[in-house]
């Protein structure tokens, strides 16, 4: 992937754990390393068709004086969430912040910290079978989008399909969400727990009735091990409205453990 880099913008600012430097304030160096697409650019000569590099750097000089923290880590952390969040290019970026006035009593060049942050993509099915469906998914949406560091940018088509385990229950509206975040997968999963929660879903059936039920079924080609966040979802292949909902958004997306294409287990599973 091509980059853009900005190399030790010099920022007077305040942060430090020691009351002296929120108060003095000190000399920190920043760099920057984009990761993105040029090439539109390099063939159009166009500005719109990539970062404008003054702005940027004035834009995180703005950003890093506006708190005070204690770490360079914090401060790092922060620079990096605004461009990802501001702009609509990086797909990835890595941020240095050096302090060269370090107030630690050695001759040393500079203390630094580097993060490296991402935008994510991951699928999100959405299942719902109590109160106003349709509402229901909605509101989800909307609460996603709301959150600050997910947005849904692709949704599939809704279907009505029969429940599976509990039987005596209402029909489901059933979906899928691509959504791209910047959030870990055990992050994310708590976001739709709490999402879920606000929804008012209760659990008190397994697979019973419910007002909203969001899984991560895929995130980029990522295979956990944790219980929290079982990806991909093990179950995703036997069900039915999961995979043609996924379907109409990623056909040829392809599963990272069976090696497969959507499209192909689709029709695997019909086959059955």
């Given at each position: 992937?091509?980059?853009?880099?900005?190399?030790?913008?010099?920022?007077?600012?305040?942060?430090?754990?020691?009351?002296?430097?929120?108060?003095?304030?000190?000399?920190?160096?920043?760099?920057?390393?984009?990761?993105?697409?040029?090439?539109?650019?390099?063939?159009?000569d166009?500005?719109?068709?990539?970062?404008?590099?003054?702005?940027?750097?004035c834009?995180?000089?703005?950003?890093?004086?506006?708190?005070?923290?204690?770490?360079?880590?914090?401060?790092?952390?922060?620079?990096?969430?605004?461009?990802?969040?501001?702009?609509?290019?990086?797909?990835?970026?890595?941020?240095?912040?050096?302090?060269?006035?370090a107030?630690?009593?050695?001759p040393?060049?500079?203390?630094?910290?580097?993060?490296?942050?991402?935008?994510?993509?991951?699928?999100?099915?959405?299942?719902?079978?109590?109160?106003?469906?349709?509402?229901?998914?909605?509101?989800?949406?909307?609460?996603?989008n709301?959150?600050?560091?997910?947005?849904?940018?692709?949704?599939?088509?809704?279907?009505?399909?029969?429940?599976?385990?509990?039987?005596?229950q209402?029909?489901?509206?059933?979906?899928?969400?691509?959504?791209?975040?910047?959030?870990?997968?055990?992050?994310?999963?708590?976001?739709?727990?709490?999402?879920?929660?606000?929804?008012?879903?209760?659990?008190?059936?397994?697979?019973?009735?419910?007002?909203?039920?969001?899984?991560?079924?895929?995130?980029?080609?990522?295979?956990?091990?944790?219980?929290?966040?079982?990806i991909?979802?093990?179950?995703?292949?036997?069900?039915?409205?999961?995979?043609?909902?996924?379907?109409?958004i990623?056909p040829?997306?392809?599963?990272?453990?069976?090696?497969?294409?959507?499209?192909?287990?689709?029709?695997?599973?019909?086959?059955k």
């Open positions: 992937m091509d980059k853009i880099y900005i190399e030790d913008l010099e920022v007077y600012a305040f942060h430090g754990v020691n009351e002296e430097e929120k108060r003095m304030g000190q000399k920190f160096l920043i760099s920057v390393e984009l990761f993105l697409d040029l090439s539109q650019a390099g063939k159009s166009d500005l719109t068709k990539t970062v404008n590099y003054g702005q940027l750097c834009d995180i000089e703005e950003e890093f004086k506006n708190e005070k923290y204690d770490l360079i880590e914090k401060s790092a952390e922060e620079i990096a969430k605004y461009i990802l969040l501001n702009y609509d290019l990086p797909q990835r970026v890595k941020v240095i912040v050096k302090k060269p006035w107030p630690i009593g050695k040393i060049k500079y203390a630094a910290v580097e993060v490296d942050r991402a935008w994510h993509k991951a699928y999100i099915a959405v299942g719902s079978n109590l109160g106003s469906k349709e509402e229901n998914i909605k509101q989800a949406i909307n609460k996603i709301e959150s600050g560091l997910t947005k849904v940018t692709k949704q599939s088509n809704i279907y009505e399909t029969a429940p599976v385990g509990y039987l005596d209402d029909n489901f509206f059933n979906g899928v969400f691509e959504v791209k975040t910047l959030l870990e997968p055990r992050e994310l999963m708590k976001l739709l727990l709490k999402i879920e929660k606000d929804l008012k879903r209760e659990r008190i059936i397994k697979w019973g009735p419910r007002t909203m039920d969001l899984d991560i079924i895929l995130y980029d080609d990522c295979v956990t091990n944790f219980e929290e966040a079982i991909p979802h093990p179950r995703m292949h036997e069900r039915m409205f999961v995979l043609e909902p996924l379907c109409d990623a040829y997306l392809m599963h990272p453990v069976l090696n497969k294409r959507i499209y192909q287990l689709k029709e695997e599973l019909k086959g």
